[in-house]
């Protein structure tokens, strides 16, 4: 059996809910704080600190706290697990596709 990392285990339970997405698009344009983060989304402070909590678990965000602020970003390099991982997927398919029809 193949194992992964539970980096990568992480990143895909956070990639999971549409919110955290949205995030990783919005942070993609450059960093925001968790004000900025929930604006969008109409959400309450408590309940995107959550999300971006379970991001920076996933080791796709971080953050950073200045003064009473607190500044998200994404990680450097936090998607080369998930790209590798992508590419083995891919890999799959093409042998799927080649197969097809042969039984």
């Known amino acids: 059996m193949v194992h992964y990392s539970t980096t990568v285990d992480r ?3 956070a990639l999971a809910d ?6 990783l698009e919005q942070l993609g344009a450059g960093s925001a704080t968790i004000s900025e983060l ?5 959400m309450s402070l408590t309940g995107m600190k959550k999300h971006v909590r ?4 996933a080791e796709l965000v971080t953050t950073e706290k200045v003064g009473r602020v607190r500044r998200c970003m994404l990680t450097p390099y936090a998607f080369e ?3 590798t ?3 083995r997927l891919d890999r799959f398919a093409q042998v799927v596709e080649r197969t097809k029809g042969e039984r």
């Not at 929930?38 to 109409?42: K, L, N, R, S």
């Open 54 to 57: 379970l991001l920076e678990e």
């Open 18 to 23: 549409p919110t955290r997405r949205a995030v």
């Open 11 to 13: 990143a895909f339970a």
């Open 81 to 83: 697990g998930i790209s």
């Open 85 to 87: 991982w992508l590419q």
């Open 38 to 42: 929930a604006e969008p989304f109409g």
